[in-house]
């Protein structure tokens, strides 16, 4: 009796690129191979090969099936805002291990398909943002554009955490609706640029050890972690790699010294802000005021301390990663303090939306200080801890 061949199962492909977009959220884009995708799946890393040509491409069909899911649960014209805010929530609990992609891991696509991707995510905040100009005819297309984002924003934030809610896809979308009700902030015009006096010489700190730090942050921001070397560093601080050396043993000491840096500032103003406020609802707007302030003020370092907690060394991950969860604990606390009803994973989910809110609403102002952008978006994350 001959040998019967095992058939591929026809949902490989899927399977291939769900493990892989679930190994990118947890660990990295690039501290994932093939071959671990394939160990997750159960078959070899040549067998891979046979789906996607490369790990990009599986990145790359990851993050297809997260806009895709999202925009057919959408499709419906004749659907209600309220209709699509629930499938949207459905889809971002459903798919909470592998949506973060959309956040961090897509800065790893092509300029192609950053390009495709951006095209889809405007079309999903049209399907929300048109509905809303009809319910809300006193805001500016791009107000309605703004708070269609920070609701998608408080949708995603269920990414960045693992707290479930007694109902956390209708507490999310409780989320949503508060923030496509709040006062939209206005955003920013770009205004054209001073030209420098002829005399004027940029300002950099005397220390090298700050050079560095600041020219590391900043590219890494720029152009993430893994694209960056230590000889582009060094070249952005004027001076050669191997006085990098002296001053950090490591690229990883560099983004450990970053992140050691983010914390002890935010932890200096959380603290502060506790310190300075009369009573527990007053502590939590002084909180997110001065998160506020510290996103829009560090806006490179916030953006690093957010993705790439991955590419530190473990015992440093280890230790801020404690660092972090301790700063949410704090927002936790003072969430269940204003709202004694609140169960503490119902707060948890929504202190996260907040925090998503501020960085992202953030990012579509380019953390423009000058034009009250910076108070509104505190309001905006009020709305969400309070929804």
Known sequence: MGSTATKRPKDRKDRIALAGAELFCERGYHRVSVDEIAAVVGISGPAVYRHFANKYAILVHATRDVVGALLAATADPQATIDEQLHAIATVAVAKRRVAGLYQWEGRYLTAEHRREFRTSLATLVGRIAGPLRTLRPELTPEQCGLLA????????SVTTHRAAATDTEGLLTRVAWALLRADPPDLPRPSPPEPPAPSAAPVRPASRRELLLIEAIRLFHRHGYHAVAVEDIGRAAGIQASSVYRYFPS?????AAAYYRATDRLTGATVAAIAEATDPADAQRRVVRAYVAFAFGQSDLVAVYLAENNNLPDEDRHQLRGAQRLHVEEWVRLAGTVRP????ADSRVLVHAALNVVTDVGRLGRFDRTS???TQTAALALAALNA
């Not at 690229?251 to 983004?255: G, R």
């Open 149 to 156: 984002n920070a609701a998608l924003s408080a949708f995603g």
């Open 341 to 344: 009803e609140l169960a503490a």
């Open 251 to 255: 690229k990883a000491d560099l983004l």
């Open 372 to 374: 009250g952008y910076e």
